[in-house]
């Protein structure tokens, strides 16, 4: 079991996540299982914090709760990085996304992006065409915020953003 942690998680709506399953869903059908978290949504996170944390990132989920509508995602581009290791599907940065974000954190240094594929990196250089295959930009919706505890893994709290 590894060390305990929190993830705050922007979640999409869930014609969003059908799209991107489908995506996911032609690498595991050619074996490409990987080693991410399986069972979560598809999502993007916006933070990670310690156990200690837990009340001001229980905080920062409801500021951004009551601060924050739902808003559309653009995704245009796959992308790899974690030294070849991660395969993910990036929506285009705006200033709703940031917006979110930040509630949670500096946006410096951080990319915002769906996990679709952790392994080695001749794995992940191998899963890339199936990926990309039939791949065309598609708009999404980011419509609720998440917090994880992880190691166990237990949702502690869920936040719809109010619709636009």
């Known amino acids: 079991m590894g060390k305990t942690f929190l993830c705050a998680m922007a ?25 991410q978290t399986e069972g979560l949504p598809h999502h993007i996170t916006l933070g990670i914090f310690q156990p200690e944390e837990r009340g001001w990132a229980l905080e920062a989920l409801e500021e951004a709760q009551r601060q924050t509508r739902a ?52 794995q992940v250089c191998a899963a890339l ?13 980011v419509d609720r915020v998440l917090l994880y505890q992880f190691c166990p893994r237990e949702l502690l709290r869920e936040s719809g953003l109010p619709g636009r």
């Open 71 to 122: 808003f559309p995602v653009t995704f245009n581009h796959l992308g790899i990085f974690g030294g070849g290791k991660v395969l993910f599907l990036a929506p285009d940065t705006s200033r709703d996304l940031l917006g979110l974000q930040e509630h949670f954190g500096t946006s410096r240094d951080w990319t915002a992006h769906t996990t679709l594929f952790i392994g080695q990196p001749p």
């Open 129 to 141: 065409p199936l990926a990309l295959a039939g791949f065309q930009s598609f708009t999404g919706r």
């Open 11 to 35: 979640v999409y709506d869930q014609e969003t996540q059908t799209q991107i399953e489908k995506i996911r869903a032609r690498l595991v059908e050619a074996g490409f299982v990987g080693e």
